[in-house]
């Protein structure tokens, strides 16, 4: 497994925004991401199957990422025309592709772990450090934007090695569209399909 690998892997389990009505804090903030942490560190190790370890993930991005914004970025422009209906299709297909795509290379970091390294404040939201160490590679990089204006402390990107994984899945989701002559419920079955 590549370091790559692993960074977009990391990425598809995880991306969330904070809470309107209380302040996020960087005691919250990076106390979210320590409890992500932690349960994406249990899934490494806990020695279920692959789809065991999909299914864990993708509880995992739901709990701790802003699935919402996450897709409504991922599908860029092209959400202004989509209806009601495609936008939440699409946004509950997106959280199982994700999970899918990444979820497969999981088993291969048994192992390794995440250990969180530091937060500070950026504008209105907060970006936790954490280092990612994997077994015969160096440690590298990965950092949480973590915000709350979803309503609760969620991640909403993430940066591994600078790699921006909201941009990423963007192409990915664009390309896609393409592929489908522009057309996002025929986007959305061919999502069900891949990963």
């Not at 320590?34 to 020695?47: E, F, H, P, Q, R």
């Not at 999970?99 to 390294?117: D, N, S, T």
């Not at 569209?177 to 959305?188: E, F, V």
Request: no cysteine.
């Amino acid at each position: 497994m590549k370091r790559r690998d692993f960074v977009l892997g990391l990425g598809a389990t995880t991306a969330l925004l904070p809470h309107a009505g209380f302040a996020l804090t960087e005691s919250s903030a990076s106390a979210l991401i320590n409890s992500l942490v932690t349960d994406i560190n249990k899934v490494i190790a806990s020695g279920k199957s692959e789809g065991g370890m999909i299914k864990d993930f993708e509880r995992i991005f739901a709990r701790y990422s802003d699935t919402s914004y996450i897709s409504a970025y991922a599908l860029g422009a092209d959400g202004r025309r989509a209806s009601n209906g495609q936008k939440r299709a699409f946004s509950k297909e997106f959280q199982s592709y994700v999970a899918r795509k990444y979820g497969k290379r999981f088993r291969e970091f048994v192992g390794g772990r995440l250990e969180v390294k530091g937060v500070k404040k950026v504008k209105k939201w907060f970006e936790v450090s954490t280092v990612a160490k994997l077994k015969g590679q160096s440690p590298f990089d990965v950092t949480f934007q973590v915000s709350n204006r979803a309503g609760k402390d969620l991640f909403f990107n993430m940066f591994i090695e600078g790699i921006n994984l909201l941009l990423t899945e963007r192409t990915e989701v664009g390309a896609l569209l393409d592929r489908n002559g522009g057309d996002i419920d025929k986007m959305i079955t061919a999502l069900k399909k891949i990963g």
